[in-house]
């Protein structure tokens, strides 16, 4: 297979200066809607890079779930290797890539936890099933097999479907990314891509344009 010779020119679309909203996330709203009509599959699933000991990066895929002028939320267990590095180093950065519209995001900025009544309300509306597995699973632990995960889920469902209610469980919840750099990037012809930025400087944000 010859990998170096695939490639795409990218041509569907711009970004101007013109266009781009005076704000990222009113800017953001615009093109999430514009992915979700696009039919992007997994377009809520996004990149999260965060730093650990040593300064060493780690990157993984989670589901934004909610998102406005305060920052992109996402749920996770508090006890995971991407929590544990995040107690350490706030500092994380969300990529999305929405090849359909020849679209990136970046978000970068500072996490925070959201509160436990906005976990509670998320946690509730999610299906049964995910609502036990998150008690199942001790998230980025190290486990013997399979069997044993299944074993408990099944126990933990009829646990909880005796006792007619499911509490969410105290090591899992949500994340606030509270942005403070975002980059909307649109493929172009012949590599010149455009990339309009907003940096927050003084509660401002300040837009300018790099190189691609
Ligand atoms: C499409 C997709 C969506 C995912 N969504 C989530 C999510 O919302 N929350 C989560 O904790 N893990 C999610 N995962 C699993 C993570 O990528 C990762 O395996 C897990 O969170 C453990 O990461 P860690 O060991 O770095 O903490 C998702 C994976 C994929 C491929």
Known sequence: MDIASIRK???LKELSEKQIASSPDIQFKFWFEEAVKAEVPEVNAMVLSTVGQNSRP????VLVKDFDKNGIVFYTNYKSQKAIEMLGNPFASLTFFWPQLERQ???E????????????RYYNSRPW??????WVSNQSEEIENREKLEKLFTELD???????SIPKPENWGGYRLKPEFYEFWQGRPS?????????LENGDWRIFRLAP
Do not use: M, N, P, Q
């Not at 780690?58 to 895929?61: E, G, I, K, N, T």
């Not at 099933?129 to 998150?134: D, I, K, Q, T, Y």
């Open 9 to 11: 020119d990218y041509k």
């Open 58 to 61: 780690s990157a993984r895929v």
């Open 105 to 107: 995001v970046r978000v």
């Open 109 to 120: 900025g500072i996490v925070e936890k959201v509160s436990e009544d906005e976990s509670i």
């Open 129 to 134: 099933e995910s609502r036990v597995g998150a």
């Open 158 to 164: 009829s646990k909880f479907k005796k006792e007619g």
């Open 191 to 199: 590599r010149l891509h455009d990339r309009i930025c907003y940096e």
